[in-house]
């Protein structure tokens, strides 16, 4: 009995432990109208963000309500967060860099 419960005990804790965690970067808790939805902001916000004004690719700004309710969908689900500064960081990355002309 002794044995039985030297190995299960460990055995069961490594089971739960590997079970219960989700595989980095995964983003599990998102639903994917979310991450799809998250995807346009970030394209939306790294876009206002990076190009100059003018720019035939560059959004207008983005309204104060609309903003309001990115932040009320991220703070419901803060996994959501997480995502949209990765995908932020994703579509700065593939963005061509300006004209060095207009950098200053």
Sequence with gaps: MRIYLNVMI???IALITLTSC???DSYSAISDN???ELREWAG???RYWIL???DSLSPGKPEDTELLSLIQSCE???EAWA???SCIADTIATLEPP???CQQ
Aim: aromatic share 8%; glycine share 4%.
């Design 83 to 85: 995502y949209l500064y």
């Design 76 to 78: 419901s689900n803060p």
């Design 34 to 36: 979310m991450k799809s």
């Design 22 to 24: 989700d595989e980095p």
């Design 10 to 12: 460990p055995l069961m």
């Design 52 to 54: 100059p004004p003018g």
């Design 44 to 46: 939306i916000l790294a």
């Design 99 to 101: 004209l060095p002309a």
